[in-house]
């Protein structure tokens, strides 16, 4: 599993330097802490309704997007929160960087430190990174864009914020809801961070899925009675309100999780039927980028109940508050300038 890395970093999962706060995670975070980056994500969603879509809020801040992973929309949502903040931004990926010569992490780490940006985010195959580089840099702030199979902090924020616009227009708010999630949660950044906000939130939390995809040291890292394993596809999505379906992450597999994909989506795939009869009123969220016909039908992604265009749409609203509030901790006294 990904996080053994956390123990070869010898890291603690939080690191706060100096004046410097960093956004490593979704463990550890109280409900009022959520709620703020919430709070500050819906006020920025109207800027991106604007006609001139910016900011001054962040001007003369850098931002530094290094991705050591594949990356669409964090990349892509990252970047243009930074620039709707009118923030200076740069993306590094790792097949164009110094890490393709050799270079360690911690030399890559220091020489972006050297240009003093304010804010690296960082994206890792390794479970731990940006908590390494959060411990090394003492004046810029570090965002976790996913590490491993670790956490993908502004995933779960950006998830919460979908649910809180959609029941919120149902005339309810997002605690006490039943959450599943589906599919291969061993691999999953997107459901460990999901999982650790809805306990923050005292929802009731389903892992459902093959037992080889939901390991047993997976759900006991919660230590929280409200989340519960169930291996049967019906079974799990009974009366849900809300149905994460997670991407089947073959590049992190390194042995035979399932049989093969036609066996898996036959008894895991979330497709309308299955919803209609188990749970009518759910909504779907996705992180994307799907595999349909493996762990989504097509049906349900472009359907009524699909909330995943809206997440896609959040996550620039989200990052945008993210980069706010890190940036502000450095200066206390700095108001928001619209
Ligand atoms: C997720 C990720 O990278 O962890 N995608 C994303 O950030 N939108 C989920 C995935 O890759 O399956």
Known sequence: ???????KFRLPLFTFHSMVDHL????GLS???????????????????????????????TVVNIFFEPSTRTLASFDIAGKRLSADTINVSASSSSVKKGET?????RTLESMNPDILVMRHSESGAPHFAARYLSRAS?????????????????????LRQHFAEKGRGIEGLKVGFV??????????SNVWAHI???????????????PPDFVASFGSKSVRVVHNLSEGLDGLDVVVALRMQLERQDEHFIPNLDEYSKEYCVSEPILARCCPGSVVLHPGPMNRGTEIS????????????????????????VLYLLARTAEPHEELER
């Open 24 to 27: 490593l995670g979704i463990e």
């Open 298 to 321: 097509g049906d349900v992604a472009d359907g009524p109940r699909s909330l995943i265009r809206r997440q896609v749409n959040n996550g620039v609203a989200v990052r945008m508050a």
């Open 142 to 162: 570090v965002v976790n864009a996913g590490d491993g199979a670790h956490e993908h902090p502004t995933q779960a924020l950006l998830d919460l914020l979908t």
């Open 31 to 61: 409900k009022s802490e959520i709620n703020r980056y919430l709070d500050t994500a819906h006020s920025f969603v109207e800027v991106s309704e604007r006609d001139i879509k910016k900011v001054p809020t962040l001007r003369g801040k």
């Open 105 to 109: 992490l911690l030399d890559t780490v």
């Open 183 to 192: 599919g291969d949660v061993r691999h999953s950044r997107v459901a460990r």
């Open 1 to 7: 599993m990904g996080c053994q890395t956390l123990v």
């Open 200 to 214: 923050a939130l005292g929802n009731e939390v389903r892992l459902i899925g093959p037992s080889t995809l939901v």
